[in-house]
């Protein structure tokens, strides 16, 4: 680990006579070496600067941080990848791939900055190393969700099967806040792909928000149509039936969603909340019991035990 440069002071002496000596020689004395500790936790508080200014989307002052954080911790593949996430929203893609590369370098069984490389490869259209990196994470951790879309991504552009054009525009949209505007480019995407089922998926969600329902309804059935494996979506249109209260059809999909995708957090919640709704107090009980197992401080699930259990019977 780098030590820090110590400046200690250099004495200037006169070349003159003194017209005295001091009885003794002064001592100078020299700053205490930092401990390991006193290291780390300048490390750890510089690190923690950088995740506030990155949830604050102050993505430069987040590479700052960090930055200053690997001058004493240079071996750390994790703040390397964090670096490397607030690097490609900044849009700087080449400094983004050198950050997850030299993660990877430090630690090869990190599966996410395995992935995150290779979705800057794929960014660049550098597709067949894109799918290299991405079957190397799933090699690691083959549940690993990011992983499993974007290799799926990768090969549907490879195979012709989608339009990078649709691909890119759907990003931006997704960058958006304003719905109108993120429903406007979804639009241009579909025009260009028409099978994209993301686009679809994302498409509804902005109606949605719109309050347009009936065209909410047809685009995650479209997406579905066009992947059927896709579990968002299915979670999606879950629940638009359960916000209908047709909690029979809400409860079938939802459990689709999550037998597509073990641990799905989300549609577990919405799964017990469609199954209070409905009046199916036990099941619903089972149900965030089970989202508090897999994790103990969601705040979903724990306000929903703490809820039923104040209305138990006495």
Request: charged share 30%.
């Amino acid at each position: 680990m780098k030590r820090l440069v110590l400046l200690s002071i250099v004495l200037m002496v006169s070349t003159s006579c003194a017209l005295f000596k001091p009885d003794k020689k002064e001592e100078v004395t020299k700053p205490d070496e930092p401990t390991e500790e006193t290291i780390q936790q300048t490390a750890e508080n510089y690190v923690s600067e950088g995740i506030e200014y990155y949830k604050q989307r102050q993505d430069s002052l987040a590479v700052n941080s960090w930055d200053k954080a690997l001058e004493y911790i240079p071996r750390d593949a994790e703040v390397r990848n964090w670096k490397g996430i607030a690097l490609q929203r900044m849009g700087r893609n080449e400094q983004a791939l050198a950050a997850f590369e030299k993660a990877i370098d430090l630690d090869p069984q990190y599966y996410q900055a395995l992935n995150n490389a290779g979705y800057i490869r794929f960014l660049k259209e550098d597709y067949q190393n894109a799918l290299d990196l991405f079957n190397q994470s799933l090699a690691i951790n083959s549940s690993y969700q990011p992983a499993i879309k974007n290799k799926d991504l990768a090969e549907r552009v490879i195979l012709g099967q989608l339009d990078k054009r649709a691909f890119d525009i759907g990003e931006k949209a997704s960058e958006k806040i304003d719905y109108q505007t993120q429903i406007d480019l979804y639009k241009k995407a579909l025009s260009i792909d028409s099978t994209y089922a993301k686009a679809h998926n994302n498409l509804a969600v902005a109606f949605y928000w719109e309050d347009y329902q009936d065209s909410a309804y047809y685009h995650l059935e479209k997406a579905i149509e066009y992947r059927k494996d896709y579990p968002e979506a299915i979670n999606n249109l879950a629940m638009l039936y359960k916000d209908d209260q047709n909690y029979d059809i809400a409860i079938k999909l939802f459990l689709k969603a999550i037998s597509l995708k073990p641990k799905y957090i989300g549609a577990l919640n919405n799964l017990g909340e469609t199954y209070y709704f409905k009046g199916e107090i036990k099941n619903a009980i089972r149900v965030f019991s089970t989202v508090k197992e897999l994790e103990p401080q969601n705040t979903v699930a724990n306000q929903w035990l703490n809820r039923l259990d104040e209305n138990k019977p006495k």
